[in-house]
């Protein structure tokens, strides 16, 4: 079955015969296997869960089950489409070393693009946050298609300043298999060449546990860090461990070294020895970056991949979800 989504004809064909109520709810959509459930929020300008101009607006999943097991849910408190990190799942950002592309040539209230998000304004003055929420000036042509175990999203951006693009990306749930695969392609359409770092955020939420020592992280390099692990986190043997619990407000942050530049080390484990939950993510592209973010909540593993895109070229990447049990420990 293919269903798609065209926004100049709204995301449903029959909104007509909802009630106000219901109609103002985001659109989302729900797949599954023979072992995995996954339900996904959709992408739209009017109405979406997201509409903030930080992490690509697809695939936004807000619960994932396997097995008796959560992996994916709401970790912050404040809710609010426009707000730059109220978002679920695992989400991608594309950087730059500006806000995006054109941004430098971009006069006030003119358009640069951020992939996955459209055309957005420049500001009169430069935003002081690095995650400013920008206005959107065109969101470009999404379009969507799914099937029972899988939903697909393309979005396409005519030129801004010379950059265009079509981005795709499918999120599939292995037939047979408890795993979950992110398929990605961004064709360059644009007179300029795109060069971009993407990274997926994660934002794993295991069980509704909190952060702390009964999670694991590990890596099949000797991991190691420069940042400031305050008392809470250590890096040592491939692993990183909590050395106590994340309180409300809380944060910790530092960069993972230690990769080499083969695909292999795009593996890694995040497991919650109490419940028992496991989850390994491996890529197909060599890491250009890794870094490991906590909040009270939430655990995000962020593996970045560089994009490198002349005009005309197409780029595609992947990345795979498996899902499994461990042993609990004993309190």
Same mark, same amino acid.
């Given at each position: ?93 594309f950087t730059t070393d500006g806000p995006g592309f054109g941004y430098a040539d ?63 990306? =499918?999120? %599939?749930?292995?037939?047979? !298999?408890? @795993?979950? *695969? #992110? ?6 359409? &644009? ?49 990183? =461990?909590? %050395?106590?619990?994340?309180? !409300?407000? @809380?944060? *910790? #942050? ?6 080499? &530049? ?47 895109i002349a005009p005309g070229q197409e780029r595609a990447w992947r990345i795979a ?11």
């Amino acid at each position: 079955m293919k269903k798609q989504t065209r926004f100049a004809a709204r995301i449903c064909l029959c909104a007509g015969l909802l009630s106000a109520a219901f109609a103002a709810d985001p659109p989302q959509a729900e797949i599954s296997n023979a072992t995995v459930r996954a339900r996904l929020y959709l992408p739209d300008p009017e109405s979406g869960y997201y509409r903030a101009t930080r992490f690509d607006w697809s695939g936004v999943i807000s619960s994932l089950e396997y097995k008796g097991h959560s992996y994916f849910g709401q970790w912050f408190e404040k809710y609010d489409p426009k707000i730059h990190d109220a978002i679920m799942g695992p989400v991608e950002e594309f950087t730059t070393d500006g806000p995006g592309f054109g941004y430098a040539d971009a006069k006030a209230g003119g358009t640069f693009l951020r992939i996955g998000v459209g055309a957005v304004r420049r500001p009169a003055q430069p935003p002081s946050l690095r995650f400013f929420t920008y206005d959107i000036a065109n969101p470009g042509l999404w379009t969507v298609q799914r099937g029972p175990d899988w939903i697909s999203f393309t979005q396409e951006m005519p030129a801004t300043d010379g950059y265009a693009y079509v981005y795709r990306k =499918t999120v %599939r749930l292995t037939k047979g !298999k408890p @795993e979950m *695969v #992110l398929e990605h392609s961004l064709k360059n359409t &644009g007179q300029r060449a795109i060069e971009t770092d993407v990274y997926d955020h994660n934002f794993f939420v295991i069980d509704e546990q909190e952060s702390g020592p009964d999670f694991a992280v590990q890596f099949p390099f000797d991991a190691k860090t420069t940042g400031d692990l305050k008392d809470i986190l250590a890096v040592r043997e491939k692993q990183v =461990t909590y %050395r106590r619990k994340l309180q !409300k407000n @809380e944060t *910790v #942050l530092t960069p993972i070294t230690g990769f080499s &530049g083969n695909a292999s080390d795009y593996n890694i484990v995040v497991e919650n020895r109490k419940t028992g939950a496991g989850v390994r993510l491996t890529g197909d592209q060599p890491l250009t970056r890794v870094v490991f973010w906590s909040a009270q909540k939430v655990l995000s593993p962020e593996a970045y991949i560089t994009l490198k895109i002349a005009p005309g070229q197409e780029r595609a990447w992947r990345i795979a979800y498996e899902f499994y049990t461990v042993p609990k420990s004993a309190p």
